[in-house]
């Protein structure tokens, strides 16, 4: 249990995830469990060899219907490990029995909510899409996870980042670990098809120009990693016979934890996102009458650096016309003028760049003129 506590409660990822409003993965995510664990049961019960509905059958479609409904995304993540499990069974004596009984979770699912189930199977085939194609988003630049900054014991936001060589070195005794802790579970096939759905998008997004859709792909799986993770290092652990091996390796993996941990905590503590100066100084914009024309903002040009900032400048710009990246899917048309107004610490984002051949406004923080397009890439 000291184990699990120090590399899921303590979990450096979770704790940046919670902060930052994910919180309703983590209700998803306890629907997620007890659907496993649920499913476990009614395979494990005398239940399972009866074709009529039973108590199982519909405890598991509400669980199904209830987490489409929290969160929509999370449905393909139910129905996908169903699937692979599924193929595995097909192989087996017992086919006709998961055949049926998984026939009638599906039936149940759709009759109970047929809206919901409906519905979030197009959300997520469109969240996919535009997680595909998406290049720029308005979220902070994050690395891709490695197994071991799942774990929690390395940072994943607030340390430096490993070179590639000692990140697949230090990842074969993770995976290893993983392994020792998969062999411990009773029913392996039922582990073995969650972890290779959940393991498609993050390896997926690990080659998309979209660092979010992978973080959110490590969210999904890292619920599952760290407690097979824990359990493979009780399965370890256990093979060693000196207890004060055993307590000192437990001391040590828990200073990586905590230190981890307080790192992520320190840094939210200390640099949280909030209405600073700088955004409202854009009331000086808003209160300036000789501006009338309607101008862009910095987002069009340079992707969305920051969702955060754009989000308040609308609200701090309330009596001006100004266009955002959002906007263009409603109105196509540029203004000839080429106003844009920009963060002056964000003129450049990745490759894109924002060079201005004549400023009508300034402030310490902003900055407001006309662009050269042929040199703004």
Excluded: C
């Excluded at 979990?11 to 469990?33: P, R, T, V």
């Amino acid at each position: 249990m000291l184990l699990i506590f120090l590399t899921f409660s303590l979990n450096s990822i979770l704790l940046y995830l919670l902060n930052n409003a994910f919180f309703a993965q983590f209700i998803y995510s306890g629907i997620y469990l007890l659907v496993f664990i649920l499913l476990y049961s009614y395979i494990s019960s005398q239940e399972f060899n009866k074709p009529v509905f039973n108590f199982y059958d519909l405890l598991l479609a509400l669980s199904i219907t209830v987490s489409a409904s929290i969160y929509p995304d999370g449905l393909l993540y139910l129905v996908g490990p169903f699937g692979i499990f599924l193929l595995f069974e097909l192989f087996s004596k017992e086919k006709y029995k998961f055949l049926t009984s998984f026939g009638k979770i599906g039936l149940l699912s759709v009759l109970i909510n047929p809206l919901v189930i409906g519905s979030a199977l197009k959300w997520n085939y469109s969240v996919f899409i535009l997680s595909s194609t998406a290049k720029f988003i308005g979220w902070e630049k994050i690395r891709n996870a490695t197994p071991l900054e799942m774990t929690g014991l390395y940072n994943l936001f607030y340390y430096r980042n490993i070179p590639l060589i000692f990140d697949f070195l230090i990842s074969i005794p993770v995976i290893w670990i993983l392994y020792s802790g998969y062999k411990t579970v009773k029913y392996k096939k039922l582990i073995l098809s969650f972890f290779i759905f959940l393991l498609i998008p993050y390896i997926y997004f690990r080659f998309t120009p979209n660092y979010y859709a992978h973080l959110k792909s490590v969210s999904y799986l890292l619920f599952f990693f760290v407690i097979i993770f824990s359990l493979g290092l009780i399965f370890i652990l256990n093979k060693i016979k000196n207890k004060f091996i055993v307590y000192a390796l437990v001391v040590f993996i828990g200073l990586f934890s905590v230190r981890s941990s307080y790192r992520t905590m320190y840094q939210i503590f200390w640099h949280p996102r909030v209405v600073d100066k700088a955004l409202s100084s854009l009331e000086e914009l808003n209160n300036n009458e000789k501006i009338k024309k309607p101008f862009y903002t910095a987002d069009i040009y340079l992707g969305e650096y920051d969702l955060w900032a754009r989000l308040w400048q609308g609200y701090f710009l309330m009596d001006k016309d100004i266009l955002t990246k959002a906007d263009l899917k409603f109105n196509k048309e540029k203004d000839k003028s080429k106003l844009v107004l920009a963060s002056k610490e964000h003129l450049v984002f990745g490759d894109k760049k924002i060079i201005y051949r004549s400023v009508i406004w300034e402030n310490k923080y902003y900055i407001l003129g006309e662009i050269n397009e042929e040199l703004t890439k």
